[in-house]
């Protein structure tokens, strides 16, 4: 049974780029969330796709888009990068029983990206 | 505004002792949601346990409890025979009205 899976592992942009990093949930997850991971910090979330929508969002800007496709993976884009936007991305699926409820997170092992 | 709190950035137990991690957190719900991730150093976040505000009851998972007190709005993780695969971050988090907010983690080292 295959966990979320996420591309690519490792990333390397500079100042200015747009990047887009993707996501595929778990078997028999449909909702998927995005979170940033600043070094030595927990994890801030991004936003929550369910039925290829937004569901919720954090506050992060509008330069942090995403999408989520019928077979449920979702991809993450981050336009005009900045330095700060340095962190690991984590993915998470989970059961679509509330946009943000009691069902637990399974987390992939994340996108290192680093701005120079 | 919701705000999670950990007040220990690191924290260090002797194996097969036992450890405990504290939360608190901040919130004017009355229903939410409670959890406990580990992040080991190979990066996947997982779940250790979970406990719904609405119920008194303290959730337990092997090894793993929670001291859950709604009222101080605190919520401790306890780790009884501490193994060295328990050597991880530990990372509280909240779900309620719309939102999920994750502390800033403990990071728990075990001594042989």
């Known amino acids: 049974d295959a966990g979320v899976t996420q591309s690519p592992t490792h990333l390397i942009k500079t100042r200015g780029q747009q990047v887009t990093l993707r996501c595929s949930p778990k078997?028999?997850?449909?909702?998927v969330s995005w979170y940033q991971q600043a070094l030595g910090q927990g994890p801030q979330f991004i936003f929550q796709?369910?039925?290829?929508?937004?569901?919720q969002r954090g506050n992060f800007p509008d330069r942090f888009s995403g999408h989520q496709f019928p077979n449920y993976s979702s991809e993450l884009n981050v336009n005009a990068l900045l330095l700060g936007d340095s962190a690991l991305y984590l993915c998470?699926?989970?059961?679509?029983?509330?946009?943000?409820?009691?069902?637990?997170?399974?987390f992939g092992d994340g996108t290192r990206l680093s701005i120079l | 505004a919701q705000t999670v709190t950990q007040s220990q950035p690191e924290m260090s137990v002797q194996e097969a002792e036992t450890v405990t991690l504290s939360c608190t957190y901040d919130?004017?719900?009355?229903?939410?949601?409670l959890f406990w991730y580990k992040q080991p150093p190979s990066r996947q976040m997982i779940l250790v346990i979970r406990?719904?505000?609405?119920?008194?009851q303290n959730a337990t998972e092997n090894r793993f409890s929670v001291n859950f007190q709604k009222a101080a709005k605190s919520f401790s993780l306890k780790i009884s025979d501490s193994q060295l695969g328990d050597a991880a971050m530990y990372f509280c988090?909240?779900?309620?009205?719309?939102?999920?907010?994750f502390g800033k983690g403990t990071r728990l080292h075990i001594l042989p």
């Open positions: 998470a699926s989970s059961l679509s029983t509330g946009v943000l409820s009691n069902q637990p997170q399974h």
């Open positions: 406990q719904e505000a609405y119920k008194q």
């Open positions: 919130t004017s719900e009355s229903d939410y949601y």
């Open positions: 988090a909240y779900t309620g009205d719309d939102k999920i907010i």
């Open positions: 796709y369910y039925e290829e929508e937004e569901r």
């Open positions: 078997s028999g997850h449909d909702t």
